[in-house]
T-cell receptor, first 112, second 112 residues
Framework: GEDVEQSLFLSVREGDSSVINCTYT??????LYWYKQEPGAGLQLLTYIFSNMDMKQDQRLTVLLNKKDKHLSLRIADTQTGDSAIYFC????????????FGGGTRVLVKP | DTAVSQTPKYLVTQMGNDKSIKCEQNLGHDTMYWYKQDSKKFLKIMFS???????INETVPNRFSPKSPDKAHLNLHINSLELGDSAVYFC???????????FGSGTRLTVV
């Protein structure tokens, strides 16, 4: 079945790197996503990775995918106070009509 | 030139009323979705349409009726609103196989 899990909370100092982890159960995922949601705002697409890739880098963001362990991570380099938000990982599964199944979100707090 | 736009942004209404939320995308995507985010920030799919055809209907009460006049529009009509319908409703669209999933800014519905 589909299940996506994330840790609830991450605290990091400004300038350090943040790593947000996510695990999923369905090995037939097509795409895996990271979204950012600031308070009172919508879902901002940060990046996504096709399931046959291991890594994707986009400026300060690095996504790592370990298909064997069904583990996805998002690393944010040089974390800024503006990075404080809830981060959601999600997967799509073609057989499930490409619906996005979300994790519960990781609340990241960046301290100055 | 907003990619996925939904209106209204805020909606406050009394129990028992009927209301609609509109969504439009200019990304040329074939597939559109409605998601619901509850008070604990948990996100779950409600409906999916592919080129005006209903693909996913995820155990949503009959009071919720989506309508897709064309592949660029997906509206959500809700009859006999209940207190428990209070949530943020997000529209989204994607490319085939679930790539490039993009969300609207959300409609915060409050039923009083």
């Amino acid at each position: 079945g589909e299940d996506v899990e994330q840790s609830l909370f991450l605290s990091v100092r400004e300038g350090d790197s943040s790593v947000i982890n996510c695990t999923y159960t369905d090995s037939s995922s097509t795409y895996l996503y990271w979204y950012k949601q600031e308070p009172g705002a919508g879902l901002q697409l940060l990046t996504y990775i096709f399931s046959n890739m291991d890594m994707k880098q986009d400026q300060r963001l690095t996504v790592l995918l370990n298909k064997k362990d069904k583990h996805l991570s998002l690393r944010i380099a040089d974390t800024q106070t503006g990075d404080s938000a809830i981060y959601f990982c999600a997967e799509t599964i073609k057989a499930a009509g490409n619906k996005l199944t979300f994790g519960g979100g990781t609340r990241v707090l960046v301290k100055p | 030139d907003t990619a996925v736009s939904q209106t209204p942004k805020y909606l406050v209404t009394q129990m028992g009323n009927d209301k609609s939320i509109k969504c439009e995308q200019n990304l040329g995507h074939d597939t559109m979705y409605w998601y619901k985010q509850d008070s604990k920030k948990f996100l779950k799919i409600m409906f999916s349409y592919n080129n005006k055809e209903l693909i996913i209907n995820e155990t949503v009460p009959n009071r919720f009726s989506p309508k897709s006049p064309d592949k660029a529009h997906l509206n959500l009509h809700i009859n006999s609103l209940e207190l428990g319908d209070s949530a943020v409703y997000f529209c989204a669209s994607s490319q085939p196989q679930g790539a490039g999933y993009t969300f609207g800014s959300g409609t915060r519905l409050t039923v009083v």
